[in-house]
């Protein structure tokens, strides 16, 4: 398994997992924007955050991580923010997950972030039995949010 942070010229065999992904969680957003996101991601990995590629060993596209850079006011510091992580199902239980998780936290660190944080839906027990496995710790919170039409 090889992991690589994804450029333009990962970006088609990125598209099918961000798509498998999001009809995962049943949400559709468009190809385009889907791409878009992850141009800005390449074009200020400083300032936006990065997405990383798991290869299986035939070289073959299995997984993806998206980290995004914030900030927690509870720590006074930096944070990554793994919104995305996905395994294509065919490669789940190959270590793809784990190994995408210790690179997101490598990244923070690189980064100077403190702390790697995400979430997973509650009904999603076998990313929480990943999450578990790497020692992840389980908060309890609940999340609302609120369209911000242009």
């Not at 060993?57 to 998206?66: E, H, I, K, S, Y």
């Not at 927690?72 to 190994?99: C, K």
Request: a negative charge; aromatic letters at 8%.
């Amino acid at each position: 398994m090889t992991l690589e942070r994804v450029t333009e010229s990962e970006l088609p065999e990125l598209l099918p997992l961000m798509r498998a992904y999001c009809d995962f969680y049943e949400v559709q957003p468009s190809d385009d924007a889907l791409l878009a996101m992850s141009r800005e991601l390449i074009a200020d990995p400083e300032k936006e955050g990065v997405q990383l590629l798991a290869r299986d060993d035939d070289g073959n596209a299995v997984g993806f991580a998206t980290i995004f850079w914030s900030w927690s006011t509870s720590d006074a510091a930096r944070i990554g923010v793994m919104n995305d992580l996905f395994v294509a199902e065919a490669a789940r239980g190959g270590g793809a997950a784990e190994a995408l998780i210790r690179a997101c936290v490598d990244e923070c660190r690189a980064r100077g972030a403190g702390r790697l944080t995400w979430q997973t839906a509650l009904d999603n027990h076998r990313a929480q039995a990943v999450y578990d496995r790497v020692g992840g710790v389980r908060e309890h919170w609940v999340d609302y949010w609120l369209e911000a039409p242009a």
